[in-house]
């Protein structure tokens, strides 16, 4: 069955780096863009990133653009966030999610999604 | 904080219609954007409800429907059940902010 499983989270000083993996199975991980999307602490959902199919194209929230960066291994069915210079508000549970719709932003919806991976961000 | 808003709550009796709005603007819900709907219990991963603006995916039932009009997104849920106290989310991109962008969420709760 299509699965995704998020690992790589845990606690981390303020400042420090961090990389998140989300191993996808069950698809042609390589025919669908990808998306990273997290929920901080009694927030709502909030989009991170968005990479292509071919790892080609990104986009980035403006809370992360210049710290986080979105890649993916297509041999390795896996996809990947960077995160650097990490600050207390980063501090959320991250999701991955399948881009079921054009891949394109505009058409995208997301489709299934990880259980996601704690990120403590804490001194 | 975000540029798609939604009531925070909602509430019915089992059996009875509820409906959440989504105010967004021209540059999301006002294009030819994709609207979608987001289920999600806490602790769990979230789930496609609604996408491309009224579509449901196999597997959700027709108790869920989704609308769209100018610059605000619809979803009603019919007959409403225990197992839809959950928050629900609409989502849209956003050509302005070159993102996509969240609605501030929905806690449904079945009296």
């Known amino acids: 069955q299509v699965q995704l499983v998020e690992s790589g989270g845990g606690v981390v000083q303020p400042g420090r780096s961090l990389r998140l993996s989300c191993a996808a199975s069950?698809?042609?991980?390589?025919?669908?863009?990808m998306h990273w999307v997290r929920q901080a602490p009694g927030k709502g959902l909030e989009w991170v990133a968005l990479?292509?199919?071919?790892?080609?194209?990104?986009y980035y929230a403006d809370s992360v653009k210049g710290r986080f960066t979105i890649s993916r291994d297509n041999s390795k069915n896996t996809l990947y966030l960077q995160m650097n210079s990490l600050r207390a508000e980063d501090t959320a549970v991250y999701f991955c999610?399948?881009?079921?719709?054009?891949?394109?932003?505009?058409?995208?919806?997301?489709?299934?999604w990880g259980q996601g991976t704690l990120v403590t961000v804490s001194s | 904080q975000s540029v798609l808003t939604q009531p925070p709550s909602a509430s019915g009796t089992p059996g009875q219609r509820v409906t959440i709005s989504c105010s967004g603007g021209s540059s999301n819900i006002g294009r030819s954007n994709s609207v979608n709907w987001y289920q999600h219990l806490p602790g769990t991963a979230p789930k496609l409800l609604i996408y491309s603006n009224n579509q449901r995916p196999s597997g959700v039932p027709d108790r869920f429907s989704g609308s769209k009009s100018g610059t605000s997104a619809s979803l009603a849920i019919s007959g409403l059940q225990s197992e839809d106290e959950a928050d629900y989310y609409c989502?849209?991109?956003?050509?302005?902010?070159?993102?996509?962008?969240f609605g501030t969420g929905t806690k449904v709760t079945v009296l």
């Open positions: 989502a849209a991109w956003d050509d302005s902010l070159n993102g996509y962008v």
């Open positions: 069950g698809f042609m991980f390589s025919n669908y863009a």
């Open positions: 990479v292509s199919y071919a790892g080609t194209n990104e």
């Open positions: 999610a399948r881009d079921l719709g054009y891949g394109s932003g505009t058409y995208s919806w997301f489709d299934p």
